[in-house]
Structures are given as C-alpha cells and as structure tokens.
C-alpha cells in the first residue's frame, strides 16, 4: 500500500540511545568523496547518520550496559581527536588512522585500549557500511610498527595484578557468611591458595 501518494513520507525520528555514536558525528566530519583505497561510491552523511541511528537503536538493545559505556567511550576519544585534528572522521583513511592511534600512543594509553579503539572504530565503519579502516594492505606492518612503539614505551602488555598473599587470603575467608554461596567461595579459596594455584 502506498502510504504518502504524491508526496514524500515524513520519516519519524528515532529513538535516542545512550550509545551516542550519532550524536557526536557532525556532518563536516562525514567524508563523502570516495576514500582511495575504496573508489566505489560514498553514501551522503544523511544516509551514513540515518544507517547508524538504526543501527546504533539495535545494538543498544542487544548489548549490555557496560558495553555501551566502553563503546561510547572509545568513540568519543575518537570524534574529539578528529575535531582537533580538523580531519574526517568516517570513513577514516589508513594514514589518520595511523595518526589517530600513534596520538594515543604518545599520550599514554596501553595496549589492550588501542586493541579497543580499533576494533570500535572497525564495528562503526561496519555499521555505517563503510570499509574496514584496516583493510588495506599495509596494515599489517603499520601494527607492528605500532607496536613496536608500545613496546618501547613498555605499554604493550597488560599490568598483571598484585599477587594475593595470605594475609589477604585470610581477611576474605573472614568476611564471607554462613550461605551456601559463602561457604562455596571460601572453599574455592581455600583450596587455590593451599595449593598454590
């Protein structure tokens, strides 16, 4: 059935997520000329932001809290380093990718966050049916080369948490109940600290 004979459908707005990938895309950072790598045509910023609010609608449902928050996190280190890097965020091409993580590099963060950024960058390029920004064949020597400078700055593995002694052993056994749960757990303990496993 034709629903708006002789005239356009006013599209309903979609419903406002908590992941927050549209809200924090302008449109300037939209690309719409074809990126070199992938000379097909571009979708316009309209069509790239109405695909991601659908998309951004779905994935809030399906997704834990947690991950949105993460999600939401990266993307928005992302979109404000573009913003001060006065370059396109979407899609983004390999040598600002390389820029984007090599920033994040200098300022600090470790191994397993830039793993995070790239992997959020690859969902939401994927989302807005865009190509994977590490699709191109120098990838793979691009990453090592990143690498390479976490490890030098002694960021490339991740912090190992401080060994449980048994004074600290003991002040958990000390705290748990008289649940069943409790008594599990304690057990549980008990037994990986005696053994030393």
Same mark, same amino acid.
């Given at each position: 059935?034709?629903?708006?004979?002789?005239?356009?459908?006013?599209?309903?707005?979609?419903?406002?997520?908590?992941?927050?990938?549209?809200?924090?895309?302008?449109?300037?950072?939209?690309?719409?000329?074809?990126?070199?790598?992938?000379?097909?045509?571009?979708?316009?910023?309209?069509?790239?932001?109405?695909?991601?609010?659908?998309?951004?609608?779905?994935?809030?449902?399906? $997704?834990?809290?947690?991950?949105?928050?993460?999600?939401?996190?990266?993307?928005?280190?992302?979109?404000?380093?573009?913003?001060?890097?006065?370059?396109?965020?979407?899609?983004?091409?390999?040598? #600002?990718?390389?820029?984007?993580?090599?920033?994040?590099?200098?300022?600090?963060?470790?191994?397993?966050?830039?793993?995070?950024?790239?992997?959020? &960058?690859?969902?939401? $390029?994927?989302?807005?049916?865009?190509?994977?920004?590490?699709?191109?064949?120098?990838?793979? &020597?691009?990453?090592?080369?990143?690498?390479?400078?976490?490890?030098?700055?002694?960021?490339?593995?991740?912090?190992?948490?401080?060994? &449980?002694?048994?004074?600290?052993?003991?002040?958990?056994? #000390?705290?748990?109940?008289? $649940?069943?749960?409790?008594?599990? #757990?304690?057990?549980?303990?008990?037994?990986?600290? #005696?053994?030393?496993?």
């Amino acid at each position: 059935a034709i629903l708006c004979p002789g005239r356009p459908c006013p599209s309903k707005p979609m419903p406002r997520t908590d992941l927050l990938v549209v809200d924090a895309l302008s449109d300037a950072m939209i690309r719409t000329v074809p990126l070199p790598q992938a000379p097909a045509v571009t979708p316009s910023a309209a069509a790239i932001k109405a695909r991601l609010a659908e998309w951004e609608r779905k994935y809030a449902a399906a $997704h834990a809290a947690a991950t949105l928050r993460a999600v939401r996190a990266d993307w928005g280190v992302y979109t404000r380093w573009c913003q001060n890097a006065d370059v396109w965020g979407l899609p983004v091409v390999p040598t #600002d990718l390389l820029l984007f993580l090599e920033d994040q590099v200098a300022l600090g963060k470790r191994r397993s966050t830039i793993n995070r950024y790239v992997a959020t &960058l690859r969902l939401i $390029h994927q989302a807005a049916g865009l190509p994977d920004p590490t699709a191109y064949p120098d990838w793979g &020597l691009d990453w090592k080369a990143l690498v390479g400078k976490l490890t030098a700055r002694k960021a490339n593995a991740p912090r190992q948490a401080t060994a &449980l002694k048994s004074d600290g052993v003991a002040t958990i056994l #000390d705290s748990l109940g008289d $649940h069943l749960r409790d008594l599990r #757990d304690g057990a549980m303990l008990a037994l990986a600290s #005696d053994t030393l496993c």
